[in-house]
């Protein structure tokens, strides 16, 4: 186990530094932020940790190789020398995934077909067989990564994405992301033990990230692993960890956590994820328009995932709630911090408050925005005639 292998996880863009703070306290070394991701080094039991504990990371990638390439056989000959037949077993199916920034190469199709040819010429130069392909619910995922002149390939420990816990049993209306949800949450600096309300918590997902990390309950504690397909699978190792972690997790009560939404469908849907998540009656939910809402504690967090407004009709009904969300925030939350992911750049000229903090982040392919706020009694209003840059606030005038 003491081996050091290179390791990749990839996240939504915008949660590297996050995901890499996460990565170290769970030990990992050499930790490389990038775009889309964070590059790390440790042992395979870091790998089965970070797979049990990341709640940020999208997969943990475990990197087999890194070549120069210039043409479609050099990556064939890259992946045929690899040994896969002691990565996994010949009646294991797999599939390949490439993807590539600046590519020279003409079709990533054909080039996800070499190294499907390379892992079978390689398994059947060793055992005579080779593995089936399986793109659907493979036992192996096979990831290449191409830039302009270099070749990497990996094998996914995880299996399933991370963010696929196991306890979204209903949707809601556009759910953000498990691991996306965990980030922002760190983004927006909450910590366990501080009060946190979601007004607008739809099917629940910061509610239920929030109390987990709160009971330090391992995102990953009720799903299974690639990893525990791999050759070189540590159960013995792997049962330790488990068995810590589950040791580490804190006695389950009712915490300050509060989510609320107008929508009875909503909260139906989070009440169903809450208790799929084992976390039935320790998150305060209730019924109400969040224009009518009280702060249910002097000071706390609220983050919040407002509708996202496809119809012109939806947009114009956004346009007059961000004023009104502004108000509210101004005259009733003196001392909490108010945080708003959306992608509706209008939300942060149309509340008019004193924005602290703006963070690119992507939901998928979709530019978003973490607009902080903090509320600290009768100073937040932005004035009008002095407007910052891209609309943010300048200086606030108490009124
Ligand atoms: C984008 S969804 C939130 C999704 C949530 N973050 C999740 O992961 O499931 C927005 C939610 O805001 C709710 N909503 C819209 N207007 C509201 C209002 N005025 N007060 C309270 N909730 C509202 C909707 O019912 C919807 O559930």
């Known amino acids: 186990m003491e081996n050091i292998q290179q390791f990749f996880a990839p996240c939504p863009r915008g949660l590297e530094t996050v995901l890499a703070a996460e990565l170290k306290v769970l030990g990992a070394s050499d930790i490389r932020p990038t775009d889309g991701g964070v590059g790390f080094a440790g042992d395979m039991a870091l790998c089965y940790r970070a797979n049990l504990g990341s709640r940020i ?14 043409s479609e056989e050099d990556i064939y000959r890259t992946a045929c020398a690899l040994p896969w037949p002691d990565y996994f077993d010949v009646g294991q199916t ?35 067989d080779r593995p089936s392909i399986d793109t659907a619910a493979p036992d192996m995922r096979v990831y290449a990564f191409l830039t302009a002149d270099r070749l990497m390939l990996y094998l996914d420990t995880s299996g399933e994405a991370l963010f696929k816990r196991g306890y979204r049993k209903e949707q809601g209306e556009a759910p953000l992301r498990e691991n996306l949800a965990a980030g922002i949450l ?9 009060p946190l309300l979601d007004p607008m918590c739809g099917s629940g997902t910061f509610l ?15 799903r299974w692993f690639a990893f525990e397909k791999l050759k070189n699978f540590d159960a013995a190792a792997w049962d ?6 589950v040791a580490a997790e804190r006695p389950k009560e009712p915490l300050p956590i509060y989510g ?11 009440r169903t994820n809450l208790e799929a998540a084992g976390l039935e009656g320790l998150v305060s939910l209730k019924q109400i328009n969040m224009l009518d809402i009280a ?76 607009f902080a706020y903090e509320m600290v009694a009768g100073s937040n209003r932005k004035p009008k005639s002095t407007p910052g840059p891209d609309g943010a606030a300048g200086q606030s005038v108490p009124q």
């Open 57 to 70: 990371a999208s997969r943990i990638l475990w990197k087999l190789t890194e070549r120069p390439y210039r």
């Open 94 to 128: 797999f599939r390949v995934k490439v993807s590539a920034i600046r590519c020279p190469l003409r079709s990533l199709d054909f080039v996800t077909l070499k190294i499907k040819d390379a892992v079978c010429d390689s398994f059947r130069a060793a055992c005579n």
């Open 186 to 194: 760190k983004l927006a600096g909450w910590e366990p033990g501080m």
């Open 208 to 222: 239920i990230e929030a109390a987990l990390m709160a009971l330090n309950i391992a995102p990953g504690a009720e």
């Open 240 to 245: 330790r960890i488990y068995r810590e972690s």
């Open 260 to 270: 609320s939404d107008v929508s009875s469908t909503a909260l139906a849907a989070a």
């Open 295 to 370: 702060p249910p504690a002097p000071a706390g967090i609220i983050v919040t995932n407002p509708p996202y407004a496809v119809r012109i009709g939806e947009q114009e009904a956004l346009a007059q709630l961000y004023p009104r969300l502004g108000d509210l925030l101004k005259q009733k939350f003196g001392g909490w911090r108010a945080c708003f992911f959306s992608a509706d750049m209008r939300l942060a000229k149309l509340i008019r408050l004193s924005v602290s903090r703006r963070t690119p982040l992507y939901n998928g392919a979709l530019e978003c925005r973490l």
